[in-house]
């Protein structure tokens, strides 16, 4: 595929927010024109995307708010924060014993409580989410609580466009991207449900922006080391995101050109130790223990259970749980990783996979991969934004109107599963067993088994796979890897239809002679015409 089949506009720049800081935007005059069709600045994008996103989060809320109650693990958060706001405790049982729950959970509910060796009573769950949404609560209850989680996600998808301009993508396929992220993704399913993922996809999305990029304010190295300090508050698992992004950050702050190295050192790391001190002193205090996450710790969950193979096949594959199946917008994510992978896009790839292949491995590794009653995805709905790089990066390359209207299509389809869930929300959390209900009932609509053609990894447990079920998911594997390397091996376009990244966040190899698109420095960079203004910290 070519670059002929969508007119471009002149300029083989991209006037990113950050490109001063991300990437080379030297012209070259033998380069391909961007394919940037948008006109509109990226701040007018911007409030659109988050105008859009607000009403449609707020619209699935209220349908979430109306049509059920709390499942999962939701009613649990909000009992630790009755215990917060009415009790002034982190002692979650004297909820449980006075059943304060029935407000918002009208049936008996089983206490979400450990017994350490000494008889102490430990929580399952970390008490960081309830501290930040408490005041919302107090106010409108449930739906205070609820409607924190949509201002979450709507920040979720500016911060996701946002980082596609910082890394060199145009308006246009920055705007789809973040659009399709929006609505046929992880972050439209957690949008208006109390879990932990949401809050941390935002604030890892956050240190990921400021890593990546070669200078930054006090503010944002404040910012990005009080995010991934926060990490382990919101649920002890984060500890496998926030400590490689932690060496990342460190990284930053030495090869950056922001002058005095102890000051840039101390707001960059200040504020996570503190917070990392912060929850250790509290959980001792409390609960006895310094684990990231005391009840979990004493109910023996956790990484290294199963093979990382059965968990990784169920994270992608799963008809109940998986990506690909209830996202599957996410395809792209495949071809985007290899689609020609560029000498000068290395250090992007190996930040994302520092960051994200240890936390994934982990949990990967865990009996209960899928999370327990919960909606799909929910392990990895930390790290899916960051993955939208490699789908605006796809869409980019290819440049062609098909590919425009096949990412489209996906993302309508994972948004069709999910708004399906709101409007029947007992269909959106699911055990291990099957049909997966919004799959089936679409399939009805269509006269098309759906649910039946994908595998249902998460149905045998701890059993042997069914043969029929490796089969399928061998099948789809091989389908998903079979298309991207024929986009891999077809896809002729320039390699310069995406400026390189230079992030100097790693040393570059010996050897490697820089270009006129890597320039020695900050300063050898400069713009043709003054970047679009820059995106709040």
Same mark, same amino acid.
């Given at each position: 595929?070519?670059?002929?089949?969508?007119?471009?506009?002149?300029?083989?720049?991209?006037?990113?927010?950050?490109?001063?800081?991300?990437?080379?935007? %030297?012209?070259?005059?033998?380069?391909?024109?961007?394919? =940037?069709?948008?006109?509109?600045? =990226?701040?007018?994008?911007?409030?659109? @995307?988050?105008?859009?996103? *607000?009403?449609?989060?707020?619209?699935?809320?209220?349908?979430?708010?109306?049509?059920?109650?709390?499942?999962?693990? %939701?009613?649990?958060?909000?009992?630790?924060?009755?215990?917060?706001?009415?009790?002034?405790?982190?002692?979650?049982?004297?909820?449980?014993?006075?059943?304060?729950?029935?407000?918002?959970?009208?049936?008996?509910? %089983?206490?979400?409580?450990?017994?350490?060796?000494?008889?102490?009573? @430990?929580? !399952?769950?970390?008490?960081?989410?309830?501290?930040?949404?408490?005041?919302?609560?107090?106010?409108?209850?449930?739906?205070?609580?609820?409607?924190?989680?949509?201002?979450?996600?709507?920040?979720?998808?500016?911060?996701?466009?946002?980082?596609?301009? %910082? *890394?060199?993508?145009?308006?246009?396929?920055?705007?789809?991207?973040?659009?399709?992220?929006?609505?046929?993704?992880?972050?439209?399913?957690?949008?208006?449900?109390?879990?932990?993922?949401?809050?941390?996809?935002?604030?890892?999305?956050?240190?990921?922006?400021?890593?990546?990029?070669?200078?930054?304010?006090?503010?944002?190295?404040?910012?990005?080391?009080?995010?991934?300090?926060?990490?382990? $508050?919101?649920?002890?698992?984060? @500890?496998?995101?926030?400590?490689?992004?932690?060496?990342?950050?460190?990284?930053?702050?030495?090869?950056?050109?922001?002058? =005095?190295?102890?000051?840039?050192?101390? $707001?960059?790391?200040?504020?996570?130790?503190?917070?990392?001190?912060?929850?250790?002193?509290?959980?001792?205090?409390?609960?006895?223990?310094?684990?990231?996450?005391?009840?979990?710790?004493?109910?023996?969950?956790?990484?290294?259970?199963?093979?990382?193979?059965?968990?990784?096949?169920?994270?992608?594959?799963?008809?109940?749980?998986?990506?690909?199946?209830?996202?599957?917008?996410?395809?792209?994510?495949?071809?985007?990783?290899? @689609?020609?992978?560029?000498?000068?896009?290395?250090?992007?790839?190996?930040?994302?996979?520092?960051?994200?292949?240890? &936390?994934?491995?982990?949990?990967?590794?865990?009996?209960? $991969?899928?999370?327990?009653?919960?909606?799909?995805?929910?392990?990895?709905?930390?790290?899916?934004?960051? /993955?939208?790089?490699?789908?605006?990066?796809?869409?980019?390359?290819?440049?062609? !109107?098909?590919?425009?209207?096949?990412?489209?299509?996906?993302?309508?389809?994972?948004?069709?599963?999910?708004?399906?869930?709101?409007?029947?929300?007992?269909?959106?959390?699911?055990?291990?067993?099957?049909?997966?209900?919004?799959?089936?009932?679409?399939?009805? /609509?269509?006269?098309?088994?759906?649910?039946? &053609? /994908?595998?249902?990894?998460?149905?045998?447990?701890?059993?042997?796979?069914?043969? =029929?079920?490796?089969? *399928?998911?061998?099948? $789809?594997? /091989?389908?998903?890897?079979?298309?991207?390397?024929?986009?891999?091996?077809?896809?002729?376009?320039?390699?310069?239809?995406?400026?390189?990244?230079?992030?100097?966040?790693?040393?570059?190899?010996?050897?490697?002679?820089?270009?006129?698109?890597?320039?020695?420095?900050?300063?050898?960079?400069?713009?043709?015409?003054?970047?679009?203004?820059?995106?709040?910290?």
């Amino acid at each position: 595929m070519t670059s002929q089949f969508l007119p471009e506009s002149s300029g083989a720049q991209v006037d990113g927010p950050a490109s001063k800081s991300t990437i080379s935007t %030297e012209r070259n005059e033998s380069a391909p024109t961007s394919p =940037d069709q948008l006109r509109l600045s =990226d701040r007018s994008i911007a409030m659109l @995307l988050g105008l859009i996103s *607000l009403v449609v989060y707020a619209l699935a809320a209220r349908l979430r708010l109306v049509n059920g109650i709390p499942q999962g693990d %939701e009613p649990h958060y909000l009992i630790a924060t009755v215990a917060l706001a009415e009790y002034h405790t982190f002692d979650i049982g004297v909820v449980y014993d006075n059943r304060d729950y029935l407000s918002f959970f009208p049936e008996e509910i %089983e206490r979400h409580l450990s017994p350490d060796e000494n008889g102490q009573m @430990l929580p !399952w769950h970390n008490f960081g989410a309830p501290l930040l949404w408490v005041p919302f609560f107090l106010l409108w209850g449930r739906a205070g609580a609820t409607g924190f989680m949509v201002v979450v996600a709507v920040l979720t998808v500016l911060h996701v466009f946002w980082f596609l301009r %910082e *890394l060199g993508i145009v308006r246009l396929y920055a705007t789809l991207t973040a659009g399709l992220f929006a609505v046929g993704t992880t972050i439209y399913v957690y949008s208006n449900s109390l879990f932990t993922e949401s809050l941390a996809a935002l604030l890892l999305l956050y240190a990921m922006r400021v890593i990546c990029r070669r200078d930054n304010s006090s503010a944002s190295l404040c910012l990005a080391s009080m995010s991934l300090g926060y990490l382990p $508050w919101l649920n002890g698992r984060f @500890l496998a995101l926030a400590l490689p992004a932690a060496l990342l950050l460190l990284l930053r702050v030495r090869r950056s050109g922001n002058g =005095d190295g102890i000051r840039a050192y101390s $707001w960059a790391f200040g504020p996570m130790l503190l917070l990392f001190g912060a929850l250790g002193a509290l959980n001792y205090l409390c609960f006895n223990t310094f684990h990231p996450s005391p009840g979990n710790g004493v109910k023996g969950v956790g990484p290294l259970q199963i093979s990382p193979v059965r968990g990784l096949a169920g994270l992608l594959f799963d008809r109940e749980f998986g990506l690909f199946p209830n996202f599957p917008v996410l395809v792209f994510v495949v071809i985007g990783i290899g @689609l020609g992978i560029p000498w000068v896009r290395w250090q992007l790839d190996a930040a994302v996979g520092f960051v994200a292949m240890p &936390y994934v491995l982990a949990t990967a590794t865990y009996s209960e $991969w899928w999370a327990g009653f919960a909606p799909p995805g929910r392990y990895l709905a930390v790290v899916v934004p960051l /993955l939208a790089f490699y789908v605006a990066v796809t869409l980019q390359r290819i440049h062609h !109107w098909l590919a425009i209207l096949i990412a489209a299509i996906t993302g309508l389809v994972g948004f069709a599963f999910n708004f399906a869930t709101d409007l029947y929300p007992g269909d959106r959390f699911h055990w291990p067993t099957p049909p997966n209900q919004a799959m089936s009932n679409l399939g009805r /609509l269509l006269d098309l088994p759906i649910a039946e &053609y /994908l595998p249902g990894l998460s149905v045998s447990k701890d059993d042997p796979i069914p043969m =029929d079920e490796a089969i *399928l998911t061998v099948g $789809w594997a /091989l389908v998903i890897a079979m298309l991207a390397a024929a986009v891999w091996i077809f896809e002729n376009a320039p390699p310069e239809r995406v400026p390189p990244l230079d992030l100097r966040l790693f040393p570059n190899p010996p050897g490697r002679r820089r270009t006129a698109s890597s320039p020695a420095g900050p300063e050898a960079v400069t713009a043709e015409r003054p970047p679009a203004s820059r995106p709040p910290t």
